[in-house]
């Protein structure tokens, strides 16, 4: 059963930086297309970043423009948000997602990591 694992969530000050990295594990598996999503408390989640593995094609949630980067390494099966310049309103829980169907919103994915926790304080 392929599963995703999200690290890198921490606490930093605004203006700060992390990265976030999430690998498959399982069955040898060649998504289509990765994907960061994420929750704020009392929120929905909404998407953050997509990526396609094939043609490395991206999507930005446009808050994020600028500030984050996603980037897949097809070796490693594994992709990356980097990201810069945080600000308070980007506290959440972040998920990482992969396979999408047809679209890149949130039940397009087929395949979703536990979470990370990214707390920015101001």
């Known amino acids: 059963q392929v599963q995703l694992k999200e690290l890198g969530g921490d606490s930093v000050q605004a203006g700060g930086s992390l990265r976030l990295s999430c690998a498959s594990s399982g069955p040898t598996y060649s998504f289509n297309c990765m994907g960061w999503f994420r929750q704020a408390p009392g929120k929905g989640r909404e998407g953050v970043a997509v990526?396609?593995?094939?043609?490395?094609?991206?999507w930005y949630e446009d808050s994020v423009k600028g500030r984050f980067t996603i980037s897949y390494d097809n070796a490693k099966n594994t992709v990356y948000l980097q990201m810069n310049s945080l600000k308070a309103e980007d506290t959440a829980m972040y998920y990482c997602a992969a396979e999408c169907d047809h679209g890149i919103t949130e039940p397009d994915f087929g395949y979703w990591g536990q979470g990370t926790q990214v707390t920015v304080s101001s």
């Open positions: 990526i396609f593995t094939s043609g490395g094609s991206t």
